[in-house]
């Protein structure tokens, strides 16, 4: 059970996506830090999402299926509204030296919220469950328990990694 949260934990924060160019973007801008932090918020959301699934996925699966193109369009302007902005933005002319008066906790809770804001991952997570056998009915309650803890060591390793 360590092994199959560690690798679904991986699977789920490894590709690059807008969520990595955040944690990148912040780190280059404002210091190792911020970017650390950010990724701790989007391991965070991910791990909210898999506990979600994991304990509630009848009722996810009703909610997604009911709100389905009122999602795809708010993460539609989420990600253009994200791509805008690091268009408009310099990278380089930003470069400067790390700020310390940056709040942790702000930069947790910007990568939570980004992070939280693309729902669609729960089939991602949905398809990793079913693969790696991960709720099957001879598992006891307390490997459950060490599964989506290996799970958060694997999202917390990889988005770490983003940074």
Request: with cysteine; proline share 4%; glycine share 12%.
């Amino acid at each position: 059970m360590i092994w199959r949260g560690i690798a679904i934990g991986i699977i789920i924060s490894a590709p690059m996506g807008p969520v990595g160019i955040l944690c990148v973007q912040r780190t280059l801008e404002k210091g190792r830090r911020t970017g650390f932090f950010t990724g701790i918020g989007a391991a965070i959301s991910d791990m909210f999402y898999c506990l979600l699934t994991g304990f509630g996925l009848s009722f996810i699966e009703e909610f997604l299926t009911r709100n389905h193109n009122i999602i795809q369009l708010l993460g539609s302007v989420v990600l253009i509204g994200f791509g805008i902005y690091l268009f408009k933005s310099n990278p380089s002319r930003k470069l400067k030296k790390p700020d310390e008066g940056i709040s942790d906790k702000r930069n947790i809770l910007n990568g939570f919220l980004f992070t939280f804001s693309n729902p669609l991952i729960i089939f991602l997570i949905i398809g990793l469950f079913a693969r790696f056998n991960f709720f099957i009915p001879e598992i006891k309650f307390y490997h459950y328990v060490i599964g989506f803890l290996s799970i958060g060591a694997g999202l917390y390793t990889s988005d770490a990694a983003d940074e």
